[in-house]
């Protein structure tokens, strides 16, 4: 059974930074894909960035409006998994996810389906 749990959210205000953590276990495979996704108020969960849980297979990818102030990175030891936001704006607000397809590669696009297993996902609050 894998597992995730995302921790790292909070409030902050706009220009400030946050890392959020993506801590995973339960995992069978070497190389699995694993994926942030947001979530902003009524509006539908879209992929952020995504890289594989062990080094050798190139990644990690970023969503077009990730690229520049998203950085996503692994502690191997730690079989954690970040996603640090940079300069954050209002329009960041959302629930963050991780997600993993155990086993599957990673891809270009990061779609919502490619994915079977979440974290609880972690509240990210920007204010102005």
């Known amino acids: 059974q894998v597992n995730l749990a995302e921790s790292g959210g909070g409030s902050v205000q706009a220009g400030g930074s946050l890392t959020l953590s993506c801590a995973t276990d339960?995992?069978?495979?070497?190389?699995?894909?694993l994926a942030w996704f947001r979530q902003a108020p009524v509006k539908e969960r879209v992929g952020v960035a995504s890289?594989?849980?062990?080094?050798?297979?190139?990644?990690?990818w970023y969503a077009d409006p990730a690229q520049g102030r998203f950085t996503l990175f692994r502690a191997n030891a730690k079989n954690t998994v970040y996603l640090q936001i940079n300069n954050l704006k209002t329009e960041n607000t959302a629930m963050y996810y991780c997600?993993?397809?155990?086993?599957?590669?990673?891809?270009?696009?990061?779609?919502?389906?490619?994915?079977?297993?979440w974290g609880q996902g972690t509240q990210v609050t920007v204010s102005s």
């Open positions: 339960g995992f069978t495979y070497k190389y699995n894909c």
């Open positions: 997600a993993t397809r155990a086993g599957g590669g990673c891809f270009s696009e990061i779609r919502l389906s490619d994915f079977a297993y």
């Open positions: 890289i594989y849980t062990s080094d050798g297979l190139g990644g990690p």
